[in-house]
């Protein structure tokens, strides 16, 4: 772990006494487990940094990235309000979950979906590409019948109801693992499909009712973030933690491609959205770390516009490699955030556990990430 010493402030004496590679982790908790999430953001990043830094008063903390909302769960910990933005539907489906309350009723619910499910007499199946090479005939025909039973339940039980049999399509697809995008064989029944569904919800009923902390408001916005603006964040912001997508590192929507579609989202629109997609960086005119720069440019006019004085924005960022040249992220924010009236308080680089997974490991091997720690002054909203 490498921090870098900026002038002395209570806030960099307070945060180098953390050790940000949590090497005594070992497991996550069951909230963090509801779905699968690549590159996952571990939850002891924003607990250390909502214990250390104050938030300043009537306000609330913002992740403009928020994946599968590990942020929002733990600014609820501490009883903060929250706002998460997302431009992958998945995302916001697991991070919506997470930080509701679980709606009454909700397993009974589960139990006449399921029936509903397995009474299904015949189902259209939705017009997806390669649909035969990765999802067997009667694999399709179930997952078809849970998504036509999930809709004619009531719109407060959908959520659960979607995420749940969002969690198992990898499994039951012919796709090896969530983090190996390989055709393989696998002995699974249509009964394996609604008994997955059906454990999941149960998984998911059980850990939200676990909760032993209050649920305080949380908004989840699913949108492009380089298209926001202040209106859409509406109130000030104390604290924005987030760890934005990077150039030519991992592909969101590629993990996610066909859980968007069995839900019926449009997994391309996703991708020719998506900050850093690696298909960006292979194209006719191909995008190059100057469009990222670009890009943080934008985040940071909003975070300018939405951040309160005496806030901060605190980033988690790799490095990329782009044709074989790295790219230092994290110095690249550290200049875009500076020009935009943040001054860098902490710097640390931080180990990333060889045992989290993902996709593009031959050409994005990421082992080391920074984090970096900006406060904002001077400025009223």
């Avoid at 509903?116 to 179930?142: C, E, G, M, Y």
């Avoid at 339940?153 to 983090?179: G, K, M, P």
């Amino acid at each position: 772990m490498l921090i870098d010493r900026y002038p002395v402030s209570q806030e960099s004496e307070l945060l180098s006494q953390v050790d940000w590679d949590f090497p005594e982790r070992v497991a996550h908790s069951g909230i963090e487990g509801l779905h699968p999430y690549p590159a996952k953001f571990i939850s002891e990043i924003p607990r250390a940094l909502l214990e250390m830094l104050p938030l300043p008063p009537n306000t609330i903390v913002l992740d403009p990235f928020c994946g599968s909302g590990t942020t929002l769960v733990e600014s609820q910990r501490r009883g903060m309000q929250c706002i998460g933005v997302d431009l992958n539907p998945i995302a916001t489906l697991i991070t919506r979950v997470k930080a509701s309350p679980l709606p009454e009723g909700i397993e009974q619910s589960l139990v006449r979906v399921i029936d509903q499910a397995h009474r299904v007499d015949s189902v259209r199946i939705p017009t997806i590409p390669n649909l035969d090479h990765w999802f067997k005939k009667p694999i399709q025909s179930a997952l078809a019948a849970c998504m036509a039973a999930i809709t004619t339940a009531e719109a407060e039980y959908q959520d659960v109801l979607r995420l749940a049999l969002s969690s198992i399509i990898v499994r039951i697809s012919n796709q090896d693992s969530d983090t190996r995008y390989a055709a393989v064989s696998k002995n699974v029944s249509q009964e394996d499909v609604f008994s997955g569904f059906y454990d999941s919800a149960r998984k998911i009923v059980s850990v939200l009712s676990d909760r032993d902390y209050e649920l305080t408001p949380a908004e989840v916005i699913t949108s492009d973030t380089l298209e926001l603006s202040a209106d859409d964040i509406r109130r000030p912001v104390g604290m924005v933690i987030t760890s934005p997508p990077y150039p030519n590192a991992y592909e969101y929507w590629l993990y996610h491609k066909y859980r968007m579609w069995w839900l019926g989202y449009d997994p391309l629109a996703v991708k020719r959205r998506e900050i850093g997609a690696r298909a960006h960086f292979f194209k006719r005119n191909p995008h190059t770390p100057d469009h990222f720069n670009g890009q943080m440019t934008k985040i940071f006019k909003l975070l300018r516009s939405v951040v309160a004085p005496n806030g901060y924005a605190c980033f988690i960022i790799g490095r990329s490699k782009i044709h074989g040249r790295i790219v230092d992220n994290g110095a690249m924010i550290e200049s875009v955030a500076l020009a935009a009236g943040f001054n860098p308080v902490f710097k640390v680089e931080r180990s990333i556990s060889p045992r989290r997974k993902s996709f593009n490991l031959s050409h994005a091997n990421i082992k080391k990430e920074t984090l970096l720690v900006l406060h904002r002054t001077g400025h009223s909203l």
